[in-house]
């Protein structure tokens, strides 16, 4: 096995244009997918699809953040920056998953959620907040794989979940590197410097225990081949949902509750 | 490094006069005077009116002209709000270590722990209120802007776990510029440990009323604060998920000047009420008594 990347070789990786996106990877993966849209209260935010599918033959629920191939799928799914309404989707399909059963599977990959006017209007905040309230008690088991970019808050609200795996080259961030940047030193140009800082590859949230797997990536990244790198992933998935059904409902909770709980690094 | 010589002047400039504040008498309380000095004075952030800062204190710290309610330090919020004598503070010494190595984050907190005499951005613990006991945390934006890292959120997280196991209502003055960058991921996660910690208190039947104070922003506003199940706010204060200049920058547009207000949250739906500062005391106990907490009489 090579080196692992750079954060910075990360961010370039991710964001490469051929780098597949959920668009390439569900039909790879599942089979059958039926979207559900819409979040039932305002509209159906095309940053966030969801939708159920079948996976080696089992039902499951799935929840994605969309990043466009192109220009004109990026302006449709806002660049993956979420609105309130996309995270009242995930939770009205999350809360469906819980009621037939079903697990759920989130796949992250977005800048952050959408900083606007009408998403302030909205309550941005309260459906983050209220995102990660429902799915630390949903009693149905959830596995996210943060595909490319993992982007604070907007992602963390899909990803309280029972096992967290990173692509090998993707990022997961309190704030991203170029506003980290122009915090630190006033110049978002120097992003390359804050990105080191931050700590964001998947090595780094695997030895700080916040993610449990890194899914290997094809010999230069996931553009090269997105068929092995979504073989990659069933193989996670399949394994990671056959170790989480043998746990009942109340130890799925307690160790969904304790895998967060034991986050911190303090004395007293 | 350019950030550490930033902060080795900022601690240099923080260590020189203020010493360390042990006690707690609020900030601008009179002193006899020695040498003829400009009167200190509060020019509110809202409408620029400058106050005598004594006048101000005396106004509990709210703006006399436009009803700004102001910042205060988790003491003085404390003072005012509590029965006094009553407070017994949890984890007390608990200090945050420096996860990511972050250039200059320990020498931070150092200068801000000997400015501001906290250990950290917020105090909890027990207290009494027209006597009916509750669990209190207050958050104090003099330290990192209240950002909350690992001490923030364990400290939240083991108040709304006392409050359940000993089934007392929970009281949760909120300040935050949100998350503490300074700690990384492992800052980010104190958003879903903390929310897990308030759904739990809830599936448990406890009472949690979040108090939204200036400014209750970002990794805060949307984690726990949010989850109230009645949420104040005070009036006039900051609250809202992104920067101003952050969302000002995409659209390339000013913003109008209630933009993330109290009261605009109020008018799109998510506060419950807005509450002035010296209404606060009535008002919750009110909310206590008709919770069950405090005797049967609701009064």
């Known amino acids: 096995m090579p080196d692992k990347n750079t954060a910075w070789e990360c961010l370039q990786l991710i964001r490469n244009k051929n780098r597949p996106t959920v668009e390439t990877y569900i039909p790879l993966i599942f089979d059958e997918f039926i979207e559900l849209h819409g979040d039932r209260h305002f509209g159906d935010d095309k940053a966030i699809r969801g939708g159920i599918a079948s996976f080696e033959g089992a039902p499951v629920t799935v929840i994605c953040q969309v990043k466009g191939r192109n220009l004109q799928e990026n302006k449709t799914a806002n660049f993956a920056m979420p609105h309130p ?41 309260e459906a983050i907040a209220q995102s990660l309230y429902l799915f630390s008690k949903l009693k149905t088991p959830v596995i996210t794989v943060i595909l490319g970019e993992g982007g604070s808050g907007g992602a963390l609200a899909l990803a309280v979940c029972d096992r967290l795996a990173m692509l090998e080259n993707a990022v997961y961030s309190v704030i991203s590197p170029r506003g980290a940047a122009s915090i630190l030193w006033k110049d978002a140009a120097k992003e390359k410097d804050a990105a080191e800082v931050l700590k964001i590859t998947a090595t780094d949230c695997k030895n700080f225990g916040i993610i449990e797997s890194i899914i290997d990536e094809p010999v230069g990244g996931a553009q090269n081949s997105a068929e092995e790198t979504s073989e990659n992933i069933s193989a996670f998935l399949s394994g990671t949902l056959l170790e989480l059904g043998k746990l009942s409902v109340d130890e799925l909770l307690r160790e969904r509750y304790n895998k967060f709980r034991k986050i911190g690094v303090y004395i007293e | 490094m350019a950030l550490e010589n930033l902060f080795s002047l900022v601690k240099e400039r923080w260590k020189s006069p203020a010493g360390t504040v042990t006690t707690e008498p609020p900030v601008e309380n009179e002193k006899p005077v020695d040498k003829p000095k400009p009167s200190p004075t509060f020019k509110c952030p809202r409408c620029m009116q400058v106050t005598p800062a004594e006048v101000y204190a005396d106004n509990l710290k709210v703006c006399p002209a436009c009803n700004y309610h102001g910042r205060m330090s988790a003491k003085e919020r404390l003072n005012i709000f509590v029965d006094g004598g009553t407070f017994s503070e949890f984890d007390k010494d608990m200090r945050s270590l420096n996860p990511i190595d972050f250039p200059g984050y320990d020498e931070k907190m150092g200068a801000l722990r000997e400015k501001t005499g906290l250990v950290d951005a917020i105090i909890t613990g027990t207290a009494s209120i027209h006597s009916i006991p509750f669990v209190i945390g207050i958050m104090d934006s003099n330290f990192m802007m209240a950002s909350m890292g690992s001490v923030v959120g364990e400290k939240i997280t083991r108040a709304f776990e006392y409050a359940e196991t000993h089934k007392l209502p929970l009281v949760m003055f909120t300040a935050s510029g949100g998350a503490r960058m300074q700690e990384g991921i492992i800052s980010l996660m104190q958003m879903a440990k903390t929310s897990a910690a308030a759904a739990r208190l809830s599936e448990a039947g406890g009472l949690f009323i979040s108090v939204l104070t200036d400014p209750t922003t970002g990794g805060v506003e949307a984690s726990f604060a949010s989850l109230g199940d009645i949420i104040i706010a005070e009036p006039k204060v900051l609250i809202g998920f992104a920067g101003r200049r952050v969302i000002e920058g995409t659209i390339k547009q000013h913003l109008p000047e209630d933009f993330q207000s109290a009261e605009f949250q109020l008018e799109h739906g998510f506060v419950d009420m807005i509450t002035e500062r010296k209404a606060l005391r009535r008002t919750i106990r009110h909310i206590l008594r008709l919770h069950g907490f405090g005797g049967d009489k609701i009064a």
Do not use: H
């Open chain 1, 85 to 125: 309404e996309g995270y009242r989707k995930a939770m009205r399909l999350a809360a469906q998953a819980e009621k037939f059963r079903r697990p759920v599977i989130c796949f992250v990959d977005t800048p952050g959620a959408f900083c606007g006017v009408d998403a302030e209007k909205r309550g941005q905040g």
